[in-house]
């Protein structure tokens, strides 16, 4: 298989998306405090929703990358082994 150029686009969504992971778990700790009023839960709750696209982004960058790096000659039994 030959080297590809690099898609930097891609970069920057496995760059937001694992800010957003981390941010989640720093909200997820936080939402559990005690003693938390309605309107911080409220904040951190809507928080936490916005940021769920980190998953469906690493799953969309790994089809990207595979589909990119694999077009056009592909062989099923090299990539499983890889």
């Known amino acids: ?38 309107e911080t839960a409220a904040a951190f709750g809507l928080m936490f929703h916005l940021l769920k696209f980190a998953v469906p982004a690493f799953v969309l960058i790994t089809g990207a990358v595979l589909f990119h790096n694999y077009s056009g000659n592909f062989s099923y039994l090299p990539f499983m082994r890889k």
């Open 1 to 38: 298989m030959q080297n590809k150029e690099r898609i930097g686009e891609l970069e920057l969504i496995r760059a937001f998306g694992f800010l957003a992971v981390v941010y989640q778990h720093v909200i997820g700790v936080y939402m559990q405090a005690p003693g938390l009023d309605f």
